[in-house]
């Protein structure tokens, strides 16, 4: 199982990128990397996946280095609506099944 | 449905009670998910399903916690003799396939008086 180790927490203001960098030494041949956003008294909500290289979509952009050793989320111009815990998962390889162990997450708090 | 039902949404229950949780995951999910949530920390993994199939249950704490998907829709997670440590946010996922975007409940808020 490829541990995570990512920030605890994180402070932005509005208006600022927030780059969330993940280490995940152990990262496995077929493992994807994905991240999960939670809001309080919400369920995780699916951001972003990729394998290598850069995958962006209308929310963010996962930056993924050649290693795959780590990886880092960049949140663009962030609002007080992206106060949130941010979650780095690496999945498990199919054969071995797929559990979507989060870890402690990275706390953002976006001030104005 | 349109996204991940969990019921009931609150759960008060005495100590040594036995309790059920059901999770209706969105129609045509594979993978079905159960974590157990504690307040600041990030979810903790107890079961998944793949279809009616138990895959990992590495995750429950002892065996009082089981978890059935009989017909691979509709989940049921079970505690027997519920204690107090047991109290927690439980959540329930389901995806595609593995490896795709899991969606989450809301949660079923589980208190053991």
């Known amino acids: 199982l490829a541990k995570t180790t990512q920030p605890i927490s994180m402070d932005s203001y509005e208006g600022q990128e927030v780059n969330i960098t993940c280490s995940h030494n152990n990262i496995a041949t077929n493992d994807y990397i994905t991240w999960y956003q939670q809001f309080p008294s919400q369920g995780p909500r699916f951001i972003i996946q990729?394998?290598?290289t850069k995958v962006t979509n209308e929310v963010a952009s996962l930056f993924i280095p050649a290693d795959r050793k780590s990886s880092t989320l960049s949140l663009p111009r962030v609002s007080l609506s992206d106060t949130a815990v941010y979650y780095c998962l690496v999945g498990e390889t199919e054969a071995a099944g797929n559990k979507l162990t989060f870890g402690g997450g990275t706390r953002v708090l976006v001030k104005p | 449905g349109a996204g991940v039902s969990q019921s009931p949404r609150y759960k008060v229950t005495k100590r040594g009670q036995d309790v059920a949780l059901r999770c209706d995951p969105i129609?045509?999910?594979?993978?079905l998910y159960w974590y157990r949530q504690a307040l600041g920390q990030g979810p903790e993994f107890l079961t998944y399903f793949n279809y009616e199939a138990q895959q990992d249950k590495s995750g429950l704490p002892n065996d009082r916690f089981s978890a059935e998907r009989p017909e691979g829709s509709i989940s049921t997670l079970t505690i027997q003799r519920t204690e107090q440590r047991d109290s927690a946010m439980y959540r329930c996922?389901?995806?595609?396939?593995?490896?795709?975007?899991?969606?989450f409940g809301q949660g079923t808020r589980l208190t053991v008086v």
């Open positions: 990729g394998y290598k």
């Open positions: 996922a389901s995806s595609w396939r593995l490896n795709t975007e899991a969606f």
């Open positions: 129609s045509g999910h594979v993978s």
